[in-house]
């Protein structure tokens, strides 16, 4: 931990620097995710999914640098490359070769379901570790991830 004159004591700094950096590899990996569904979707409705696909890595981007800056001010390092964010995502690995509207829109929905769950679960341990912040800055998370599972899930027709 680098000095700081955040009022924190260090042990919850380091507790919300190890959770934060666990979702900032999620974070890199599900804008990647989403990348990969964006240049690779086909289908009836391509151009709506293909700009929703964007548009949703542009806030899955904006969620790594939230996350990563929060651990830069609780006085921690972002470990936020590419071969980490690899090896410590939480993600299910997307699946190549995959092109169908409905393949991919499936993918995409479970990797915000599983990223939305966990950010809901940091939310608890930040709060009950004693860092209202960062809980915090996981509600919002949460939110953006469920209002953009909404946007995904639509794309389903009710029975």
């Given at each position: 931990m680098y000095p700081t004159r955040n009022s924190l004591p260090e042990h919850v700094r380091s507790q919300a620097n190890e959770i934060l950096n666990k979702h900032l590899a999620a974070a890199?990996?599900?804008?990647?995710?989403?990348?990969?569904a964006h240049w690779n979707v086909r289908g009836?409705?391509?151009?709506?999914?293909?700009e929703l696909f964007d548009r949703i890595?542009?806030?899955?981007?904006a969620m790594s640098d939230l996350i990563a800056e929060r651990v830069a001010g609780l006085g921690g390092t972002a470990r936020g490359t590419i071969q980490?964010?690899?090896e410590r995502s939480f993600l299910a690995p997307y699946l190549l070769g995959i092109g169908s509207e409905q393949?991919?829109?499936?993918?995409?929905?479970?990797a915000l379901a599983t990223f939305g769950a966990s950010s809901r679960t940091a939310i608890q341990e930040a709060a009950a570790f004693g860092d209202a912040d960062t809980a915090d800055l996981f509600t919002g998370i949460s939110r953006n991830i469920d209002k953009?599972?909404?946007f995904i899930e639509s794309h389903n027709a009710p029975d």
């Open positions: 890199i990996d599900l804008h990647a995710q989403l990348k990969q009836p409705a391509f151009i709506a999914i293909h890595s542009v806030e899955a981007e980490l964010a690899s393949q991919h829109l499936s993918a995409v929905g479970q953009q599972l909404w």
